[in-house]
């Protein structure tokens, strides 16, 4: 499986998935320390900063999956609840915009619970039919971290949404 990942941070979805045998092609990050950290410890591996200047970059790798966790300030019930009026918030039609002209076969994006009540839930509705529009059919669930070995609650939403059908996003989870 190869994949392109957006908002990398220092990069988790790599470190879960390196046991599959999936790679890397490219990463999306603009922060200064996680960028070092990607450089390190990936140091074949371009990452093309400002996922907003997609179409900007080399067009050189065919990906199977976009991944990525846009920041969650927008969505978190700790924050100031813009959803998709915050520039971060609208990361996640970015991210809808990069699936439709990269057109994987599998997308995964992560995010908090709070993106489900954004806007009493418009914000939510607005991703998924974005989704739906250009082709892929989704599935969602919050997942614990503290069910999967990790000594911390961290509650997250996952969507997988797979290119042309429901019930294959939907097996996944």
Same mark, same amino acid.
């Given at each position: 499986?190869?994949?392109?990942?957006?908002?990398?941070?220092?990069?988790?979805?790599?470190?879960?998935?390196?046991?599959?045998?999936?790679?890397?092609?490219?990463?999306?990050?603009?922060?200064?320390?996680?960028?070092?950290?990607?450089?390190?410890?990936?140091?074949?591996?371009?990452?093309?900063?400002?996922?907003?200047?997609?179409?900007?970059?080399?067009?050189?790798?065919?990906?199977?999956?976009?991944?990525? +966790?846009?920041?969650?300030? %927008? $969505?978190?019930? #700790?924050?100031?609840?813009? &959803?998709?009026?915050?520039?971060?918030?609208? @990361?996640?039609?970015?991210?809808?915009?990069?699936?439709?002209?990269?057109?994987?076969?599998?997308?995964?994006?992560?995010?908090?619970?709070?993106?489900?009540?954004?806007?009493? +839930?418009?914000?939510?509705? %607005? $991703?998924?039919? #974005?989704?739906?529009?250009? &082709?892929?059919?989704?599935?969602?669930?919050? @997942?614990?971290?503290?069910?999967?070995?990790?000594?911390?609650?961290?509650?997250?939403?996952?969507?997988?949404?797979h290119l042309g059908d429901w019930r294959r996003?939907?097996?996944?989870?």
């Amino acid at each position: 499986m190869r994949y392109g990942s957006v908002c990398s941070g220092i990069e988790a979805a790599t470190v879960a998935w390196h046991g599959l045998g999936w790679e890397p092609q490219w990463f999306s990050e603009i922060e200064q320390f996680p960028s070092a950290v990607l450089k390190h410890n990936y140091p074949d591996v371009p990452n093309h900063g400002d996922m907003t200047q997609y179409k900007d970059w080399p067009n050189d790798s065919t990906i199977d999956l976009l991944v990525g +966790g846009t920041p969650c300030q %927008s $969505f978190s019930v #700790a924050g100031l609840r813009a &959803g998709l009026d915050d520039p971060r918030g609208n @990361l996640a039609l970015t991210f809808i915009a990069m699936a439709e002209r990269l057109q994987p076969k599998w997308i995964v994006l992560e995010n908090v619970p709070g993106v489900l009540s954004s806007n009493r +839930g418009r914000d939510f509705g %607005s $991703f998924l039919s #974005a989704l739906g529009n250009i &082709g892929y059919g989704w599935a969602y669930r919050i @997942l614990d971290s503290q069910y999967f070995g990790v000594p911390q609650r961290r509650r997250r939403v996952f969507v997988v949404g797979h290119l042309g059908d429901w019930r294959r996003a939907a097996s996944v989870l």
